[in-house]
């Protein structure tokens, strides 16, 4: 791990889908006020919500953006791939660790690029078929070998 240097928080980001402006703005811009994610941030592009819905989540304490700005479609792709590689560690076939790099590994993704946060919708495609695949040849693999 690299040291990261200190600099000052740097509050926008540029829109990939208009060009706008995206500033960070509490949670609730987006959530309404009954949001239960009062004390988050998120950074919120300027054309939000008439032309353009994409935001993406702050870290809390610093305030850093937690990947790329997503619209509709691409968080909730990121949402399915996150959910279809958790399944692989939650039900035990890998650790958590080993699931990540397991990934890292089949989608050729350097370290610092293997964050679903950052996943444009392609990447969320490849990571959904690779972890359907492994549940399938695990299935598979398991049918052939005995019940104990
Ligand atoms: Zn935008």
């Known amino acids: 791990m690299k040291k990261r240097k200190k600099k000052p928080v740097q509050t926008t980001l540029r829109c990939p889908y208009c060009g706008r402006t995206a500033r960070l703005r509490p949670a609730a811009y987006v959530y309404g006020d009954d ?3 009062a004390d988050s941030f998120l950074y919120v592009c300027d054309g939000y919500p008439d032309s353009c819905d994409a935001y993406v989540g702050a870290h809390k304490k610093s305030l850093l953006p937690k990947g790329t700005l997503a619209d509709s479609e691409l968080r909730h792709k990121r949402i399915l791939a996150h959910r279809a590689l958790d399944a692989l560690w939650k039900q035990g076939y890998m650790t958590r660790h080993s699931t ?5 590994t089949r989608l050729c993704l350097r370290e610092k690029d293997m964050h679903i946060g950052m996943f444009s919708d392609y990447y969320c495609g490849q990571t959904i078929r690779e972890c359907e ?4 040849w695990h299935k598979e693999s398991r049918k052939g070998g005995k019940c104990a």
């Not at 990540?100 to 890292?104: A, E, K, N, S």
């Not at 695949?133 to 399938?136: A, D, N, S, V």
């Open 35 to 37: 949001t239960l994610d």
């Open 100 to 104: 990540y790099i397991w990934l890292q």
């Open 133 to 136: 695949e492994f549940m399938k």
